[in-house]
């Protein structure tokens, strides 16, 4: 059977494994990268977070341990529970027992965490980015307060880029757009600050509108090991309204994906490269 893996911080009881009687004599730090690396041989780990017990439950700790995959959690629970893991004496792993709530929203992965997930499953070479578009809406240079002001009313920085994901080998290209912002009364005084933070605000464009294309992605896990991939256009919402007016602005081409062999909070972790910007920051004005 076939596993859907979006690019979302995983939510289900089912990914999300509780680890008890951990021993006391390690720090809780030593005892993450200890779990760190036991359990990550059985699948890509989004978190783990080591607690002290309850009082009543005597010294030690318990782990929460989130896979992005079902099916990576449900292995790693069988083969661990019972066994020493990270110490010379047996731990409990239990699946989560907590179910999703009704109308709970799932939250999407940052643009760092949708790289690490494509990574693991398309490979380093399996995936690209192609930023189509990034384009100053701040007009500094003009010195125009219209086009300075922000949605909040208040003059500021603000970029616009539009990129797409492109995975070669499943033909398949998916859009992301966004708008960074930055007011400008929150800037310091200077020159060399405002640079500074013009450069910050057009990573955190590209970043954002990194993270909105990968959205559209879900990851499709069969059973033979074999990885596909499923195009999913952003339901009808709020935010998908506001994506549709700055798709006004720029056309995003998207090729329908096929199965290949026909069988994430923060967004600034993100590094640019400087050259890159600098070219796209020649780019002329959109029409």
């Known amino acids: 059977m076939a596993e859907l893996i979006p690019f979302a911080v995983p939510s289900g009881s089912d990914k999300t494994l509780l680890v008890w009687n951990l021993s006391s004599g390690p720090t809780a730090e030593a005892l993450h990268r200890s779990l760190s690396t ?3 041989r059985f699948g890509l780990l989004h978190s783990v977070r080591v607690l002290p017990n309850a009082a009543v439950a005597g010294p030690g700790f318990y782990a929460v341990v989130k896979f992005y995959s079902a099916r990576d959690a449900r292995r790693a629970q069988k083969a661990c529970d019972g066994s020493p893991l990270v110490q010379s004496t047996p731990v409990k792993v239990h699946l989560g027992s907590r179910h999703k709530a009704a109308g709970h929203q799932t939250l999407p992965l940052n643009s760092s965490r ?12 399996g995936w690209s980015k192609r930023i189509i578009k990034l384009q100053d809406l701040s007009d500094l240079e003009g010195r125009d307060a219209g086009a300075l002001a922000t949605p ?11 990129l797409e994901v492109v995975l070669p080998s499943y033909k398949c290209a998916s859009p992301g757009v ?11 005084q200077g020159l060399t600050a405002l640079v500074a933070r013009r450069k910050a605000v057009q990573k955190l464009a590209v970043q954002k509108a990194l993270s909105d294309a990968f959205q559209k ?10 990885i596909a991939v499923e ?9 998908a309204r506001s ?3 700055l798709q006004g602005l720029i056309q995003v081409s998207c090729f329908a994906c096929e199965q290949h062999s026909q069988g994430e909070e923060d967004f ?14 020649q780019d002329q004005p959109l029409t």
């Open 38 to 40: 036991a359990l990550s």
């Open 114 to 125: 949708c790289q690490e997930l494509a990574n693991y499953y398309f490979g380093f070479n």
């Open 152 to 162: 909040r009313g208040k003059p500021g920085l603000r970029f616009l880029c539009a």
């Open 178 to 188: 966004a708008v960074a912002e930055e007011s400008v009364e929150e800037l310091e």
């Open 217 to 226: 992605l879900c990851i499709v896990a069969l059973e033979s090991g074999k």
């Open 231 to 239: 195009y999913r256009p952003r339901e009808e919402t709020g935010e």
């Open 243 to 245: 994506e549709a007016e």
């Open 268 to 281: 600034r972790d993100f590094n640019v490269e400087e050259e890159e910007l600098g070219l796209l920051e």
